[in-house]
């Protein structure tokens, strides 16, 4: 599809009954695409290791970084070729994290997106590995992917943005934090700056990959923006929070009650079921609020930020 066709398809959408249902199906599909065509094939040397990334990246999952990647380029008038790589890299960081969460020496867990998980499906070496292959890939692909149509300190700017995202300051830092706080009692600002950095700082970053992209940036509409990513961010590990309690394994394609199990503080035990689901909604509204600078382009954001606190998993 060409970009300006490709353009107004997705304005006609954003106005459409059905905009959200079909822009996430449209968009999923696309993120696979880009994915599939940026993973090494699973004939590749090392061909166990290819296997095991491809595996475990496609074919699965909701996509909400890559849509988030997608819906912000919209928002910001970019035409989405140029955000395939952005998506595919945020996917390709998120997946390594579940695929490392998921190891016996953290939350030791069997299924991940209704499959075995990748150690299970594999063995831990390769489910390492495979992380550690994915991870690599991502900035690989900032760095050099030729369909972004960016200058080279734009390039730079997503590497920072995905590195402070998924580093030490962000995701595996939150991880850290929530490994340590197992069996101990956080109060509610130390459990938001564990999910600020653990699921919060990847969602910022899916919004301020695309902004980055942008030929132009318009800094107030990106400090906008960027506040709509962190109301989503914690909007969605409330959300996250509640299902755990109330949603099944299978509805899940993960195994529920794991917090409670492993007796991890989280948002119903802080605030009670009625309390974590009205922050989730205080969340949603703070998320629109940051969006009135922008018009009917930015409506698939909002009704992103409604998804995720509507979502069955
Ligand atoms: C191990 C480096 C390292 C980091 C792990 C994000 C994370 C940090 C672990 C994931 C474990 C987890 C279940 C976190 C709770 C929130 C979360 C990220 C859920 C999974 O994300 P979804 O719902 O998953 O977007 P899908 O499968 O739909 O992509």
């Given at each position: 599809m060409g970009n300006l066709v490709e353009y107004h398809w997705n304005q006609a959408l954003m106005t459409s009954d059905k905009s959200l249902k079909e822009f996430m199906a449209v968009s999923q599909a696309r993120a696979e695409e880009a994915l599939d065509a940026r993973l090494p094939g699973e004939t590749r040397m090392p061909e166990r290791l290819h296997q095991a990334m491809r595996y475990s990246a496609l074919g699965g999952g909701k996509r909400?970084?890559?849509l988030l990647t997608y819906a912000t380029g919209i928002a910001l008038d970019i035409p989405l070729e140029a955000l395939d790589g952005p998506a595919s890299a945020v996917e390709m960081i998120h997946v390594y994290s579940l695929i490392h969460d998921d190891l016996p020496a953290m939350d030791?867990?069997?299924?991940?997106?209704?499959?075995p998980t990748c150690?299970?499906?594999?063995?831990?070496?390769?489910?390492i590995l495979a992380g550690d292959g994915l991870q690599a890939l991502a900035f690989h692909v900032l760095a050099t992917d030729p369909t972004?149509?960016?200058s080279a300190d734009q390039r730079m700017a997503m590497v920072e943005c995905l590195a402070t995202a998924s580093g030490s300051y962000g995701m595996v830092g939150g991880q850290a934090i929530d490994?340590?706080?197992?069996?101990k009692q956080l109060d509610l600002p130390a459990l938001e700056n564990m999910h600020?950095?653990?699921?919060?700082?990847?969602?910022r970053a899916s919004v301020r990959l695309a902004a980055i992209a942008q030929p132009a940036g318009n800094d107030p509409l990106i400090e906008q923006l960027d506040h709509y990513a962190q109301c989503i961010g914690l909007s969605f590990q409330i959300k996250d929070d509640i299902l755990d309690e109330e949603s099944d394994t299978q509805?899940?394609?993960k195994t529920q009650g794991k917090d409670r199990d492993n007796n991890k503080p989280n948002y119903p035990t802080l605030l009670g079921m009625a309390g974590a689901k009205e922050k989730a909604q205080d969340m949603h509204e703070a998320a629109l609020d940051s969006l009135k600078a922008f018009g009917p382009e930015a409506d698939l954001l909002r009704q992103l930020s409604q998804f995720i606190i509507d979502r069955k998993n």
């Open positions: 909400l970084r890559p030791d867990d069997s299924l991940r997106r209704g499959k150690h299970i499906a594999f063995d831990e070496a390769t489910a972004m149509k960016v490994l340590h706080s197992v069996g600020i950095r653990k699921t919060g700082a990847l969602i509805t899940l394609g």
